[in-house]
């Protein structure tokens, strides 16, 4: 029988992205970027859309995360059985890099929808024994090794991903590039665009560009320099000898480095940013280029806490597949929607003991904090003047449950790790903290739900868009944010949660006064108010928040604005 019939007549747009994720027990993704990349394709399923993933395996996964007594992380591979989760493919495809070919075998991992349709995931193998020792690791660890190493992924998941979608019978007409570490998709469709050589072609250009444009799609994640791609030219020619002429190359790609955010852009007909502030930051980072805005949004069933879920489907049937009703939040009752919270809550306390021994005390607030430990996500803002956060603990005690890793290579996000353990160490006694390790989707969707305030403190204009917000709206959890990404288009002061300063000011002084401000004389008197004054906050979060910022929508304007062109 075959495995992919069901599926290679209809997923006509191929999606591929360094990570993905798929499931808690599966460690394709590292963060933000894989986590959206699983909720699309979890909300293609469910609108039945005709999507195929394709991604790296990643055997090694991304890490895990070991935090020592002096509070410095710890990395441990993270070796996973795919044969557990994903059933292997008969096809195999070779790629050259370097001297040699590189061959390609695939496994499909498949999502199911809200109804019978599912959508596949393709993950690309490289450990194969025919391959050269060296290369049957190349899709070992995400986002691992040297400048070498990831050109040998983003080759592998590039051009072998296009190359594994053609061996297994699929015919996509769109390839959607999330972030542009996929990116050389399109000069794999270049090349077969090439026109033959003697043809008669006489005026007409050597590649067909248009075609490849109306083809490919792209969607840029970070205003961040670091997060786009590049390439000096001698490591490309290492790598890539002859894959395609220089002269080409350096028009689409950039003449000093290989852009692959270049050629992303140069070769696409579609390009957007993942929240209206974030197109508008990416046009004039990339002047001369059209950005739309298609704002992320969260997968409903994924990212809602059970307890939460049941009074949905108790009042507000249909919400999974049609989240804007939970415009009707509202209508629930008030005690109702309190106590699926503090079951959602408990639950968090739980894992807080569990982990770490330390007991919270349910009638306190919780503030949940968790993301990528790194310096534009400014995690030590809290921080910044520890007396006056023991002084506001002290009128108005709460607890505060940390989470995130650093990047291996990232030492200034290790050290903002070790100064946060530094920080709860001097405030024992003074304020409960708790860094609890190995941040991943079981724990996200624990602390998203089980926090009374969601906290989030970027570097403005650096968060292109930001999700855990959005998962914590989906729990009736109001958010605490800095005025960037999506929260510029959510926040509604006093009704969906409070913004930290203005749109304008990001000094580090300024917004951790407006932090202590903002929470010793607003949030923390209100929660510790009549109750229902604090649920009136969690229920706009819902009905302003969550009915819009969901996948679901998200997907239905790819499809409307950027599959059908």
Request: proline share 5%.
């Amino acid at each position: 029988m075959n495995l992919l019939s069901p599926f290679t007549s209809t997923s006509s747009i191929a999606y591929l992205s360094m990570e993905i994720a798929l499931e808690d027990a599966i460690p394709t993704y590292a963060g933000g970027l894989g986590i959206l990349a699983g909720d699309t394709l979890r909300a293609a399923a469910d609108l039945e859309l005709p999507l195929v993933g394709v991604t790296l395996i990643s055997r090694a996964g991304y890490f895990k995360q070991l935090i020592d007594e002096e509070g410095n992380q710890q990395e441990v591979p993270e070796y996973w059985q795919p044969e557990k989760y994903a059933t292997r493919l008969p096809a195999r495809v070779a790629v050259t890099i370097g001297t040699r070919d590189v061959w390609l075998q695939a496994w499909l991992y498949v999502l199911q929808g809200g109804t019978s349709f599912a959508v596949p995931v393709i993950l690309l193998d490289t450990e194969l024994e025919d391959n050269h020792p060296d290369d049957r690791t190349i899709t070992h660890h995400l986002y691992g090794g040297d400048a070498a190493y990831r050109l040998k992924q983003e080759i592998v998941l590039g051009i072998g991903g296009v190359r594994m979608l053609r061996a297994l019978g699929f015919r996509p007409y769109t390839y959607h590039m999330n972030e542009g570490h996929s990116a050389l998709l399109a000069l794999e469709l270049l090349k077969q665009s090439e026109r033959e050589p003697g043809a008669n072609h006489i005026g007409e250009p050597r590649f067909d560009i248009s075609a490849v444009r109306r083809q490919c799609l792209f969607t840029t994640h970070t205003p961040v320099e670091a997060g786009h791609d590049q390439f000096p030219y001698p490591l490309v020619s290492e790598l890539m000898d002859d894959f395609i002429d220089n002269s080409t190359l350096r028009a689409y790609a950039g003449n000093e480095r290989m852009n692959l955010t270049c050629l992303a852009l140069n070769l696409s007909g579609y390009v957007n940013g993942v929240a209206k502030r974030h197109a508008e930051i990416s046009t004039h980072m990339f002047p001369g280029y059209s950005v739309h805005a298609i704002t992320n949004g969260v997968h409903p069933t994924t990212w809602t806490s059970e307890p939460i879920a049941a009074v949905f489907d108790a009042h507000i049937p249909n919400w999974r597949h049609e989240p804007e009703l939970l415009v009707r939040a509202d209508q629930i009752p008030d005690d109702t929607l309190w106590q699926a919270h503090l079951q959602a809550k408990t639950a968090l306390i739980q894992t807080v003991k569990d982990v770490s021994g330390v007991t919270f005390d349910p009638q306190l607030p919780i503030i949940g904090f968790a993301r990528r430990m790194t310096a534009y996500k400014r995690p030590d803002l809290l921080f910044v003047d520890m007396e006056r956060l023991a002084r506001i603990a002290a009128a108005h005690p709460f607890q505060l449950v940390i989470a995130g890793k650093a990047h291996p290579r990232d030492e200034t996000g290790k050290q903002l790790i070790h100064a946060l353990h530094k920080d709860i160490e001097a405030l024992r006694g003074k304020l409960n903290i708790v860094f609890l390790p190995d941040y991943r989707m079981a724990l996200g969707l624990k602390m998203v739900a089980g926090s009374d305030l969601w906290l989030n403190t970027p570097l403005r204009p650096l968060e292109a868009s930001g999700t855990s917000g959005m998962k914590a709206a989906l729990n009736a959890v109001p958010n605490l944010s800095v005025l960037d990404g999506w929260w510029i288009e959510g926040h509604i002061e006093g009704v969906t949660g409070w913004a930290i300063g203005d749109s304008e000011a990001s000094a580090n002084g300024n917004d951790a006064y407006a932090l202590y401000e903002k929470l010793e004389k607003t949030i923390l008197p209100l929660f510790n108010g009549p109750r229902d004054k604090w649920i009136y906050v969690m229920k706009n979060a819902v009905a302003k928040n969550a009915y819009y910022f969901n996948s679901l929508r998200m997907m239905r304007r790819y499809a409307t604005e950027a599959y059908i062109r």
